[in-house]
């Protein structure tokens, strides 16, 4: 029998989703509360991976046993053992074909800005001190629904079959006087391509790169000519759909 674990967490003291031999995963405390709780060796498997300080609002991961349980009490088990930063929105039965990763059509990340120190806002936004043309870089988030091949933004030696997405939401979006985000949706994402987009974006936004050079660095597949990956701690991955 399979089920779906709906939760959030807070990335910030993690090294990353996946388990790694040197640091803590998100995958390991979830992995290590249902195993306690169901008193056998639970292994899960999530609808991606969230690098080292990465958050996000909404994960989904799947586990499979043989018995049936009751999620609302799982669910709310799992909340008492787990962590202050991790939180399990639901735990459901779900069709055993279904899969957390692979039956996900769509993703949605979104990254924040503030252009003004704010004490609030250090662990879940980058602060920036120079000024960004938003307009351009607008203009230049459009030119990524024009094509499919994201090799420019994939991170060097990343063990990838394809650079292949389909961009079906990239756009700049102001919630007050010295806030921002990025959203972007697609069906699938590359190693490290949302930062390695966002900053890109800023250097545009910078009058570093026009939106004709953000179109050759795309059509180039070189991650060398894309800019440099902005900092974890201000990436979400905010939604999953199935």
């Known amino acids: 029998m399979r089920y779906f ?3 959030s967490y807070d990335g910030t003291r993690y090294h990353g989703w996946q388990i790694q031999p040197n640091g803590d995963s998100v ?16 292994i899960v498997t999530g609808a991606g991976r969230t690098d080292a300080g990465v958050h996000a609002r909404m994960m989904v991961a799947h586990f499979d046993i043989d018995d049936e349980t009751d999620g609302r009490q799982l669910a709310y088990k799992l909340n008492k053992l787990l962590p202050r930063d991790i939180a399990v929105a639901k735990v459901e039965r779900v069709a055993d074909d279904l899969h957390a990763r692979f039956s996900a059509t769509s993703r ?6 503030h252009t003004a120190k704010n004490p609030f806002l250090s ?3 980058c602060e920036i001190h120079y000024p960004l043309d938003f307009n351009k870089m607008n203009e230049a988030a459009k030119v990524l629904m024009e094509y499919e091949d994201f090799g420019a933004f994939c991170k060097a030696h990343a063990d990838v079959k394809t650079t292949l997405c389909h961009v079906t939401v990239a756009e700049w979006h102001q919630t007050g006087p010295t806030t921002w985000y990025f959203e972007i949706r697609a069906n699938r994402f590359l190693r490290n391509m949302v930062r390695a987009v966002v900053g890109t974006l800023v250097d545009v936004g910078r009058g570093r790169v026009s939106i004709e050079d953000f179109r050759k660095i795309i059509e180039g597949k070189k991650r060398t000519d894309a800019g440099e990956s902005m900092p974890a701690h201000a990436l979400f991955l905010e939604d999953i759909t199935y």
Do not use: C, D, G, P
């Not at 949605?108 to 800005?113: A, D, F, G, K, V």
């Open 27 to 42: 995958q390991a405390q979830l992995q290590r509360a249902l195993s306690l709780l169901l008193r056998r060796e639970i």
């Open 5 to 7: 674990v709906t939760f």
């Open 123 to 125: 662990n879940t936004s």
């Open 108 to 113: 949605m990340y979104r990254y924040y800005l």
